[in-house]
Nanobody, 115 residues
């Protein structure tokens, strides 16, 4: 059974930092492209950051320069370091794993940034 379990969300003041983790199981982690997406109330889910199996990262425009995605294949875990958080970063953050035609999602973790 494939599972993606996010952790590290919570309440933080504007300007603060959080690090999200996503632990994967049941899949060949190192072969999967991994990503973080987010969805705020009343809005569509949007790309935050992705990292390929080869380690190439990509970021949404709104988080460039503030967020960093990384992966530890030995731990089957992907991370999202979030710095200089803003109130508009408030959302549920979802972990994603992709390989060929397979696409998996975690249950999400809430991040709330107070201004």
């Amino acid at each position: 059974q494939i599972q993606l379990v996010e952790s590290g969300g919570g309440l933080v003041q504007a300007g603060g930092s959080l690090r999200l983790s996503c632990a994967a199981s049941g899949l060949l982690f190192s072969f999967n492209d991994m990503g973080w997406y987010r969805q705020a109330p009343g809005k569509q889910r949007e790309l935050v950051a992705t990292i390929t199996s080869g380690g190439t990262s990509n970021y949404g425009d709104s988080v460039k320069g503030r967020f960093t995605i990384s992966r530890d294949n030995a731990k089957s875990t992907v991370y999202l370091q979030m710095n200089s958080l803003k109130s508009e970063d408030t959302a549920v953050y979802y972990c994603n794993a992709k390989r060929r035609y397979n696409n998996y999602w975690g249950q999400g973790t809430q991040v709330t940034v107070s201004s």
